[in-house]
């Protein structure tokens, strides 16, 4: 079964406006942390936020925002104010903490996210 | 600031043509991976190094392999690339295993076999 699910391969937003990227994972182990990376065309994948199965507030990055819903399994995040420069690769991704204290970053199919002025 | 660097950007080798791409952190990170990542896909585990120990993804072909000589560098080579090694390699780090952990991307090296 799939670890990490994107839904949406591809997503349009208007300049200005916000975004939701959605995410659900998968998982019985009671510690994770679930990550968002961002990839322009040039290839570097941005570190964006961070969520951890423990945290009790949603996490929050300057525009960036991560609705963390534990019971429904989702990690959606959500882009305020966009910007042209936030047309790329969004990736969400779930580390869990396996036996033997290794793990490794698993990572969603990705949405590609296209902003029009 | 610190960082992750990979060099070069962009590589082209000939098939069959050994092929060493390299990385450095300035993070001092224990952790270092090496990920490739084709065209439209999530990318691909193929190991990492905690420290000096050398963890190997499964399904990582033999033809490739890791070196780190030290806490800030780690190369990949590719020691008979064929056209399907064609790929983005990222490189990152994290400080630690652990489930809380980052990761911090270099801004890859683009693989192409002629």
């Known amino acids: 079964a799939q670890k990490i699910t994107q839904t949406q391969p591809g997503m349009f937003v208007q300049e200005k406006e916000a975004v939701t990227l959605d995410c659900t994972y998968d998982t019985s182990d009671p510690s994770y942390g679930l990550f968002w990376y961002k990839q322009p065309s040039s290839g570097e994948m941005i570190f964006l936020i961070y969520q951890g199965s423990y945290d009790q507030q949603n996490a929050t990055e300057g525009r960036y925002s991560l609705n963390f819903q534990k019971a429904r399994k989702s990690a959606n995040l959500v882009i305020s104010a966009s910007q042209l420069g936030d047309s790329a690769m969004y990736f969400c991704a779930m580390r869990e903490a396996l036996s033997g204290g290794y793990n490794k970053l698993i990572f969603g199919a990705g949405t590609r996210l296209a902003v029009h002025p | 600031d610190a960082m992750v660097i990979q060099n070069p950007r962009y590589q082209v080798t000939q098939f069959g043509k050994p092929v060493t791409l390299s990385c450095s952190q300035t993070?001092?990170?224990?952790?270092m991976y090496w990920y490739q990542q084709k065209s439209s896909q999530a990318p691909k585990l193929l190991f990492h190094?905690?420290?000096?120990?050398?963890?190997n993804e499964a399904d990582t072909p033999d033809n490739f392999q890791s070196r780190r000589p030290n806490t800030s560098f780690c190369f990949l080579d590719i020691r008979s690339p064929g056209l399907g090694d064609a790929a983005m390699y990222l490189c990152?780090?994290?400080?630690?295993?652990?489930?809380?952990?980052?990761?911090?991307f270099g801004p890859g090296t683009r693989l192409l076999v002629l």
């Open positions: 990152a780090t994290s400080r630690d295993l652990g489930s809380q952990e980052t990761q911090y």
């Open positions: 190094y905690y420290d000096k120990d050398f963890n």
């Open positions: 993070l001092n990170h224990n952790v």
